[in-house]
């Protein structure tokens, strides 16, 4: 089973809220990721986890705040957006960080 | 820097046609090649990947990769599509950070349109 789950599947929010997306998996895998994509481009790559711990933050601001409480369980806090943030997130998990990535269905969010 | 290019934007063919869509690659290093698919709206599905070994790659769906080295390429073929191939297709190659990391970048991708 390569199963990556999300929730909510779709958010639309105010640039004044708090929200959260959510990643699960059951893999046993100890990497996790969150991607930012797009419309019409590919995925960007934001943040990675290794063994709970944050590896990589690739510049994202300060208004997009990951959190793993735990090994099968990524989130994505977010607060004060940009319309500009609109887009689909992707969560993706891998036995460690160096093996293939399977990626979940992503979470569509708007941003007013 | 690494990079990934998938030359053709769009591609339109006839159902039961054969399908190649290109991806070229810049690595220093053996790459590991993946091919992944995402229907609108969608995540992104691994179709088939190459770490080493034989060049030929067999994936799901009834596509295949042949790795060429010496072309830096990585091309995905299918014998004959279906309609409900038409969906986005990214080339993505993993690239090791500093810190050792499998970081994937992703091509433009191609978008494949199929004709009844």
């Known amino acids: 089973d390569t199963e990556v789950t999300q929730t909510p599947k779709h958010l639309v929010m105010g640039m004044t809220n708090k929200k959260s997306l959510k990643c699960e998996q059951h893999m046993g895998h100890r990497a996790m990721y969150w991607y930012k994509q797009k419309a019409k481009k590919p995925p960007e790559l934001m943040f990675v986890?290794?063994?709970?711990?944050?590896?990589i933050n690739e510049s994202v601001p300060s208004r997009f705040s990951p959190e793993c409480p735990n090994s099968s369980l990524l989130n994505l806090h977010l607060h004060a957006l940009q319309p500009e943030d609109s887009a689909l997130y992707l969560c993706?998990?891998?036995?460690?960080?160096?093996?293939?990535?399977?990626f979940g269905p992503g979470t569509r969010l708007l941003v007013l | 820097a690494q990079s990934v290019t998938q030359p053709d934007i769009h591609i339109t063919v006839s159902e039961g046609a054969s399908l190649e869509l290109r991806c070229n690659y810049s690595y220093g290093a053996t790459p590991y090649l993946f091919w992944y698919v995402q229907s609108p709206g969608q995540g992104l599905q691994l179709l088939l990947k190459?770490?080493?070994?034989?060049?030929l790659v067999q994936g799901i769906k009834g596509f295949e990769a042949e790795f060429k080295r010496s072309q830096s390429s990585f091309n995905l073929r299918k014998p004959s599509v279906h309609w409900s191939d038409a969906a986005e297709y990214f080339c993505a190659v993993g690239a090791k950070t500093p810190g050792g990391y499998n970081k994937l970048i992703f091509g433009a991708g191609t978008r494949l349109a199929v004709h009844p």
């Open positions: 993706a998990s891998s036995l460690t960080y160096q093996e293939t990535q399977y």
């Open positions: 986890y290794s063994y709970e711990k944050l590896s």
């Open positions: 190459y770490f080493s070994g034989d060049t």
